[in-house]
T-cell receptor, first 113, second 109 residues
Framework: NAGVTQTPKFRILKIGQSMTLQCTQD?????MYWYRQDPGMGLKLIYY???????DKGEVPNGYNVSRSTTEDFPLRLELAAPSQTSVYFC????????????FGSGTRLTVV | GQQLNQSPQSMFIQEGEDVSMNCTSS?????WLWYKQEPGEGPVLLIA?????ELTSNGRLTAQFGITRKDSFLNISASIPSDVGIYFC?????????FGTGTSLTVIP
């Protein structure tokens, strides 16, 4: 199993550009999450999904969108990138409500200039 | 959102020393997790705690779920250089985990 795979690993965007961060998992996990990690800060939840076709906002959803058309994929879309979105983004998954351990991807480092 | 405070923020220790760190909140959590993150990687789960008062070990790591359910502690015994990284606590509320700000550990050989 590959676990949780994120692409790209690094990206530089200009202000106002858009991009999609890809996340896929091959563990048949129902729950998937997107977090951002800023220097010296903990992980902040952007969006999450408890199954295909279902998404919910986390703590910091503004400026982002997600979709969950399949169990495996949970892409994060940035429209009109802003410098405040410079961060490291982590995707995570877990099997279900009674399985608490997250599996994290290795992250996408995004810089908006 | 929920606020989890980790201390200390950073630690520099000699190889072989024991390490203690903690995580506190004003909110009650039903599950506590401890993760380790190495540079350029995502966090990796170390220990999960499900009951107040629970004490769980994973090799040289021991974690406790505080009796008040508002705190948790992680101890590392006889530290080694590969223990270097950032350690995060996380508490479960509803469907979401809330993460602490991390404790950065440096082990000096």
């Amino acid at each position: 199993n590959a676990g949780v795979t994120q692409t790209p690993k690094f990206r530089i965007l200009k202000i106002g550009q858009s991009m999609t961060l890809q996340c896929t998992q091959d563990m048949n996990h129902n729950y998937m999450y997107w977090y951002r990690q800023d220097p010296g800060m903990g992980l902040k939840l952007i969006y999450y999904s408890v199954g295909a076709g279902i998404t919910d906002k986390g703590e910091v959803p503004n400026g982002y969108n997600v979709s969950r058309s399949t169990t495996e994929d949970f892409p994060l879309r940035l429209e009109l990138a802003a410098p405040s979105q410079t961060s490291v983004y982590f995707c995570a998954s877990r099997r279900g409500q009674n399985n608490y351990g997250y599996t994290f991807g290795s992250g996408t480092r995004l810089t908006v200039v | 959102g929920q606020q989890l405070n980790q201390s200390p923020q950073s630690m520099f220790i000699q190889e072989g020393e024991d390490v203690s760190m903690n995580c506190t909140s004003s909110s009650i959590f039903n599950t506590w997790l401890w993760y380790k993150q190495e540079p350029g990687e995502g966090p990796v789960l170390l220990i999960a705690l499900y009951k107040a008062g629970e004490l769980t070990s994973n090799g040289r790591l021991t974690a406790q779920f505080g009796i008040t359910r508002k705190d948790s502690f992680l101890n590392i015994s006889a530290s080694i250089p590969s223990d270097v990284g950032i350690y995060f606590c996380a508490g479960l509320a509803g469907n979401q985990f809330y993460f602490g700000t991390g404790t950065s550990l440096t082990v000096i050989p």
